[in-house]
């Protein structure tokens, strides 16, 4: 049998390589891991605690969607519309959310270290108390996005709008924030032992510049 996915009375069936047969009914808790979901509308859907590890979302419409402790590991999210989801403790680790749409996300204590984030739109969305650790942000906008208490040693942010953003008590050890803009950024209590800050506008300057900054 040749490698197709096949949509049928709302069921999302993908037929492996391995000609072994996988199903996948998006709901709560449903087991969706590696699953072809891309540019399927799943808005508004309830999601929560379902298992889309290393799925393709490519282009998938996820706006309002509830993923509530979703696990997302490892899933391509690129393109994905992911505005006013709710990712509050959701797995994102390792995952692609390259020009992904996140505007207002709902992303408490989300785990998304190693993740990519790539002209993302993260406009006023909630990340405190989120996991970031090797996460790449690249171009990504995060306007007035809260980032109070989260964990990003050795994040990436290269050329990113921090401007208005929280980043209260956050945690940005040995990060690398080349070209980022932090105008207006409320900085109290943040750490920044040894992070990189060449170009950075409005970076703090009282903190140790690393001789070997994060790539």
């Not at 696990?71 to 992904?100: F, I, M, P, V």
């Not at 900085?187 to 790539?215: E, L, S, Y």
């Amino acid at each position: 049998m040749s490698k197709a996915t096949l949509i049928s009375a709302g069921m999302l069936t993908l037929v492996m390589s391995s000609a072994v047969t996988a199903q996948c009914e998006p709901g709560i808790e449903a087991q969706c891991s590696g699953a072809d979901l891309s540019a399927q509308d799943l808005s508004g859907q309830q999601l929560d605690r379902i298992d889309l590890s290393g799925a393709n979302l490519r282009y998938a419409d996820l706006r309002h969607a509830d993923l509530r402790g979703a696990n997302l590991s490892g899933a391509d999210l690129s393109y994905a519309l992911l505005s006013r989801a709710n990712l509050e403790k959701a797995n994102l680790k390792g995952a692609t959310l390259d020009y992904a749409n996140m505007v207002a996300v709902a992303g408490w204590a989300m785990h998304a270290q190693g993740a990519s984030f790539k002209e993302t739109r993260l406009d006023g969305a909630d990340l405190s108390f989120a996991r970031l650790s090797n996460a790449r942000f690249v171009d990504a906008v995060l306007y007035a996005t809260n980032l109070e208490m989260v964990w990003a040693t050795k994040t990436r942010f290269l050329n990113c709008n921090l401007q208005n953003a929280n980043l209260q008590e956050a945690k940005l050890n040995y990060a690398n924030m080349e070209g980022a803009d932090l105008r207006g950024a409320s900085i109290r209590f943040a750490t920044f032992q040894g992070t990189h800050m060449v170009d950075c506008v409005d970076c703090p300057q009282d903190w140790m510049v690393p001789k070997n900054p994060v790539q």
